[in-house]
C-alpha cells in the first residue's frame, strides 16, 4: 500500500532473475524537489519488444522520472538499470542503451537534418561511415530522406519530431524513452508516430517506453504503467488495469485511478 | 568511454560550434569591430596625451596603440568566453544541452569539450584581430604570435570556465545578458587592459587593488609577456588558478544534484 496516496500497488517488485531479460529496471526510486515529494518509492520493470506507456495527469512526476533515467537529475534513494548496466555505477554504458526524445524539441535549429543526426551519431561515438549509413537508412524510414539537406528550422513541427525519433535510435538502443512525444502534433502525425513505436517494438525487439497523458495514445495491446502524485497507483496489461479498477475503458478507469476521492462532508 | 569515441565526440562539438560562428557572420564582424574601435579610435585619442616609461615586457618606450593591444585580445577572448556561455545557457532552455548530457560520455569531458571549442572560435577572432592590426599599423613582433597559441588557448579556457560557472548558476537566458554587462565591464576596465598599473595607483590605491585582484590582469599580462618572449610566471599561475577554480565550481554547477532543486539548474 502506498502510504501517500493510500492505493494499492499489488505489481510484484522484479526480482534479481528478471533483470537480464529486462533492458530497464527501476527499484524504489523518490526524489523530491526541496521539500516537494516528486516521486515515491517507484518501482517497475520493462519487457523487450514490446510498447509500455506511461499514463499519468500533468504533475504526475513522468519528467522527473525521465529526467531520473536519462542522468540529468541524480537520486540517492533508489536504483535504475538500463540492459543490465546500473546508472550510478556504469553511467557511460547505461546511457549507451537508451534513446531519448525528450518532451521539448531539442534539435538545433540551423543545422541541417543531416548534420543534427551526424553531430548526435559522433557524440555516442559512432563511426564516420556508420553515421552516414545509419542516417541514410532512418531518414528513409522516416520519410525524410529528401530533406537531409534541409536546415531543421524550415521543417515543420511534425515532421522535427520525426528526425527526433530517428536520432534518438542512431545507435540501436535496447530501450527508447519518449516523453510526451506527441505535444503539439497533429492527429496525422501523432498516429504515424504510435505505430512507428508499435513497429519498432515488434520488429526490432525495442523496448519502447511512452509518457503520456493521452488515453488514447495506448493501445489495447500496450502494457501500461499510470502514475499519478509521483506513485505507481496501477500496472499491467491495459485490460487488467481497466478491470481491476472497476471500469469499462481506460479513460474510465484513468479519471478513477487519478481523481482523489472527495472528503466526506459531516 | 574509448579514445576514439572521445576525440569523436570533440570533434563533432568543435565543427558544431565553428559552423554556427561561420553562420553567424554578425558575430564574428562584431567580434572584430569591438576591438579595432578601441584600437582606431580610443587609442588614437590617448596616444597623444599619454605618456608610458619603460615597463616589463617593453624594452623602450612605445606607443599606446602598442601598448593597448594585449589587452583588446583579452577582450576579444573575455567576449567570446562570455558568448560561449550565453550559447549555453540557450541551449540549456532549447533543451539541446539535454541531448548533450545525456550522452554515454562523462559530464566534466562535455563541458571541457565546450570549452576548448568556444576557445578555438576566440582564437580565430584574435588572429584575425592581429592581422587587420598590423594592416592599421601596429604591428606584433611576429616571433610572439606562435608562442602565444598555447597560452591563448589557456586564457580561452580560463574565460570561459568563469563565463561556464556563471552559466550554471543563471537559470534565465535574460538575466544572463545582465549578468554579462555587469561582469565584463568591470573585469576590463579594473585590469592593466588600458593602463599599467602604476598609472592606476597614482590616479587611485583603491583602484589599484582592485585590478590586482582581477584575474582578466593576470589574462592580459600572460599574453603581453608572451607576446614579446618573456615568461610571466605570476601571471601564468593566477590565470592556471582561475581555470582550476572556476572549472571546477562549474562542473559542481551542471551536475545533477543528489534529492534537490538545484539538479533542476542542469537540466532547465
Redesign the interface.
Known amino acids: 500500500m502506498d502510504a501517500k496516496s493510500g492505493r494499492e500497488d499489488t505489481a510484484p517488485r522484479p526480482t534479481a532473475d528478471d533483470r537480464a531479460q529486462q533492458p530497464l529496471v527501476v527499484e524504489g526510486l523518490s526524489?523530491?524537489?526541496?521539500k516537494r515529494q516528486a516521486l515515491s518509492e517507484v518501482s517497475f520493470s520493462l519487457t523487450p519488444g514490446r510498447v509500455t506507456a506511461l499514463l499519468g495527469p500533468n504533475g504526475a512526476g513522468k519528467t522527473t522520472l525521465f529526467?531520473l533515467i536519462?542522468?540529468?537529475?541524480?537520486?540517492?534513494?533508489g536504483e535504475i538499470e538500463i540492459a543490465g548496466y546500473k546508472l550510478r555505477s556504469n553511467?557511460?554504458?547505461?546511457?549507451?542503451q537508451?534513446g531519448?526524445v525528450?518532451q521539448?524539441?531539442?534539435?538545433?535549429l540551423?543545422?541541417t537534418v543531416d548534420?543534427n543526426l551526424?553531430?548526435?551519431a559522433?557524440?555516442?561515438?559512432?563511426?564516420r561511415t556508420a553515421a552516414r549509413e545509419r542516417t541514410a537508412i532512418l531518414l528513409d524510414r522516416i520519410g525524410l530522406a529528401g530533406h537531409a539537406r534541409t536546415k531543421v528550422r524550415n521543417l515543420s513541427g511534425g515532421e522535427r519530431r520525426r528526425v527526433e525519433v530517428a536520432r534518438a535510435l542512431i545507435d540501436r538502443p535496447a530501450v527508447l524513452l519518449l516523453d510526451e512525444p506527441s505535444t503539439g502534433l497533429d492527429i496525422a502525425t501523432r498516429r504515424w508516430l504510435i505505430e512507428h513505436l508499435h513497429h519498432l517494438a515488434e520488429r526490432e525487439g525495442i523496448c519502447v517506453f511512452l509518457a503520456t497523458h493521452l488515453v488514447d495514445e495506448v493501445a489495447p495491446e500496450d502494457d501500461l504503467i499510470v502514475l499519478d502524485e509521483g506513485a505507481i497507483v496501477a500496472r499491467g496489461k491495459v485490460d487488467d488495469v481497466v478491470r481491476n479498477a472497476g471500469a469499462t475503458t481506460l479513460d474510465e478507469a484513468f479519471t478513477r485511478l487519478t481523481t482523489k476521492p472527495k472528503e466526506q462532508s459531516p | 568511454m574509448t579514445v576514439s569515441h572521445a576525440s569523436r565526440a570533440l570533434l563533432a562539438i568543435l565543427a558544431r560550434e565553428l559552423l554556427r560562428f561561420v553562420q553567424q557572420r554578425g558575430r564574428f564582424f562584431a567580434a572584430l569591430v569591438r576591438p579595432l574601435i578601441w584600437l582606431l579610435v580610443f587609442a588614437a585619442g590617448f596616444r597623444a596625451s599619454l605618456g608610458l616609461s619603460i615597463i616589463p615586457p617593453y624594452e623602450t618606450y612605445i606607443a599606446y596603440d602598442v601598448y593597448v593591444i594585449p589587452g583588446l585580445i583579452g577582450m576579444i577572448q573575455l567576449f567570446s568566453g562570455m558568448q560561449n556561455s550565453l550559447s549555453m545557457v540557450y541551449d540549456r532552455e532549447m533543451g539541446s544541452m539535454r541531448v548533450l548530457l545525456s550522452t554515454p560520455l562523462p559530464r566534466g569531458f562535455l563541458l571541457i569539450a565546450r570549452m576548448f571549442s568556444g576557445t578555438v572560435v576566440s582564437i580565430i577572432q584574435v588572429y584575425a584581430f592581429i592581422l587587420l592590426a598590423a594592416l592599421f599599423g601596429t604591428p606584433l613582433p611576429w616571433s610572439g604570435l606562435l608562442p602565444l597559441l598555447p597560452v591563448l588557448v589557456l586564457t580561452g579556457m580560463a574565460l570561459s570556465a568563469l563565463g561556464m560557472f556563471l552559466s550554471s548558476r543563471v537559470k534565465q537566458l535574460e538575466n544572463f545578458a545582465g549578468v554579462m554587462n555587469f561582469l565584463i565591464f568591470p573585469m576590463f576596465f579594473l585590469s592593466t587592459a588600458l593602463y599599467p598599473l602604476w598609472r592606476i595607483r597614482e590616479g587611485s590605491v583603491t583602484l589599484y587593488h582592485l585590478c590586482q585582484y582581477n584575474p582578466f590582469t593576470y589574462v592580459v599580462e600572460l599574453i603581453r609577456f608572451t607576446i614579446y618572449g618573456q615568461p610571466n610566471l605570476p601571471a601564468l599561475g593566477i590565470v592556471t588558478a582561475t581555470l582550476v577554480v572556476f572549472g571546477a565550481a562549474a562542473l559542481i554547477g551542471y551536475t545533477p544534484a543528489r534529492g534537490g532543486p538545484t539538479a533542476g539548474r542542469a537540466a532547465a
Open positions: 526524489y523530491a524537489y526541496g529526467s536519462t542522468g540529468l537529475f541524480d537520486s540517492r534513494r553511467r557511460s554504458k547505461a546511457l549507451s537508451l531519448i525528450f521539448a524539441q531539442t534539435l538545433d540551423d543545422l548534420q551526424r553531430y548526435f559522433a557524440l555516442r561515438g559512432l563511426s
